[in-house]
């Protein structure tokens, strides 16, 4: 027979509507950052002289990390585990800080010396698709340095962050 076995320190209760939303949410920018993940891949493999090499094996593991998490995490907060809502609410946050360091960028107006070699720029319209593709989308964003494209692709990993803060004080 099978037994669970809960950790210590973690309470387990049924999920309510917000614990429910969190998830959902979460559940959402897995699937994102898949898609980036998936955008980039055939990007890269298609053309690999037209990436930087270094930065979207970075970008890739990143992503792929943020998809393990946020799963992960979406999972345990349906199933009532306070650790699934700080998973999500460190993951977001993560995803978020990134946003916001391109975004900054982008409103300063800071150029990168470095010659990075990346996708390139669609138009505003395509770059705001893109840039909510996930961390993906994010680097995207904040290597064609505009403000708008950054500061669409914060809007979800915002979002989440927010849901899964304000979840994590109701369930105290």
Known sequence: ML?????????QAEPGTLATTVALFAAIG??????????????FFGDPGHYDNSLAVSTALGTLLLVF???YGSVLTLRGDEDGRFTVLVAA????????AGLLAALFGYESEYGIHWAEQGGVGVDIATSTAGLAGTVTAMV?????????GLALPVLISVLAAFSARRSR
């Not at 037994?3 to 309470?11: D, F, I, L, N, V």
């Not at 946050?93 to 916001?100: D, K, P, S």
Request: proline content about 2%.
């Open 69 to 71: 998490a946020l799963a």
């Open 30 to 43: 897995a699937a994102a950052n898949l898609v980036g993940l998936l955008i980039l891949a055939f990007g």
């Open 3 to 11: 037994y669970s076995q809960e950790s210590s320190g973690t309470r």
């Open 144 to 152: 064609h340095g505009e403000w708008l494209p950054n500061l669409t």
């Open 93 to 100: 946050g993560v995803w978020t800080a990134v946003g916001i």
